[in-house]
């Protein structure tokens, strides 16, 4: 195990949500990246510890990166946090509800595996819904006046299915049903 004080393992009850992981996307016109929403549920007290003490050693470690030209470091509470809570942000969407989510990123394609460490190549194996562990680190960073932690995602180990998130069906739902009479016809 890495003695990195921003690295974290989530849990395996971390929900995947916006999963990005195939192909990196660009943003409004900026650097393509890959990413993931994660979703952790606020009873998981011990990861959302390990998460808020990642920050904090982030923090603690950028604090000349987040000073900048000014003369003091912004305290953690005034910059942004990646650590956001579903209930406030996200109140219309129930996979956010009693959860905290962190949005999570990377400029190289993660590493994908499954429960048993195994790479996985099909890609209709992972989606938005699914739960797994992920690996996470935190950083500071101040770009353009934009002072906060960042979450970079590393690598996916899927644990298990979960029900799909997203307006898109799946085509094995949408064709489950034997052809009807009125569509011969």
């Known amino acids: 195990m890495s003695n990195n ?7 395996p ?8 992981i195939w192909e990196a996307k660009s943003i409004n016109g900026g ?8 979703i952790i549920p606020k009873s998981d007290t011990k990861n959302v510890e390990k998460i808020k003490a990642a920050i904090e050693a982030a923090y603690r470690e950028g604090e000349g ?4 030209n000014g003369k003091t470091v912004p305290p953690l509470s005034a910059i942004k946090e990646p650590l956001r809570c579903g209930d406030t942000e996200r109140p219309d969407d129930a996979a956010y509800a009693n959860a905290y989510f962190i949005n999570a990123n990377s400029t190289s394609a993660p590493g994908i595996v499954d429960a048993d460490r195994q790479p996985i190549l099909e890609r209709s194996e992972v989606y938005s819904g699914v739960y ?3 690996s996470i680190n935190f950083y500071a960073f101040n770009s353009n006046g934009n002072k906060g932690i960042a979450c970079g995602l590393n ?3 899927k644990i298990r299915d979960g029900e799909a998130l997203g307006a898109k069906s799946r085509p094995e739902d949408d064709f489950a049903t034997e052809i009807d009479e009125d569509f011969l016809s």
């Open 155 to 157: 690598n996916l180990q």
């Open 13 to 20: 009850d971390t929900r995947w949500s916006y999963a990005n």
């Open 65 to 68: 990166k987040l000073k900048g």
């Open 132 to 134: 797994g562990r992920v």
């Open 31 to 38: 650097t393509p990246k890959f990413s993931v929403s994660l």
């Open 5 to 11: 004080p921003t690295k974290v393992i989530t849990g």
